[in-house]
């Protein structure tokens, strides 16, 4: 299995950017897909995650600007953030639940996308 996050770029405060995190490889199916971010000398923490039946769930700090979706037929997930702060600088990370038959459910990481918000 492997994840890759792409979108990530240097954009200015007040700007939008859209992240994408496709999931390739042999499973059965993806459950909840989510999007964490860790600033340099921060804990990584939870942005937004999305279940395989469309229930988000959202940081306060991401409520009202950002907004995460997904396409199951593409085992994508996005995250459109707008109104980006430079407090929202950081290196964005994917993580997926994947499910095979016959076996526990396991957590993939992606390698991150660095979001930096400046002017």
């Known amino acids: 299995v492997q994840v890759v996050e792409s979108g990530g770029d240097l954009v200015q405060p007040g700007g939008s950017l859209r992240l994408s995190c496709k999931t390739t490889?042999?499973?059965?199916?993806?459950?909840?897909m989510g999007w964490y971010r860790q600033a340099h000398g921060a804990q990584r923490e939870l942005v937004a995650a999305?279940?395989?039946?469309?229930?988000?769930r959202y940081s306060d700090s991401a409520k009202g600007r950002f907004t995460i979706s997904r396409d199951n037929a593409e085992h994508t997930v996005y995250l459109q953030m707008n109104s980006l702060k430079p407090e929202d600088t950081a290196v964005y990370f994917c993580n997926v639940q994947i499910v095979r038959v016959g076996r526990p459910t396991s957590d993939y990481w992606g390698q991150g996308t660095q979001v930096t918000v400046s002017s």
């Open positions: 999305i279940t395989s039946g469309g229930v988000t």
């Open positions: 490889g042999s499973f059965w199916s993806i459950g909840t």
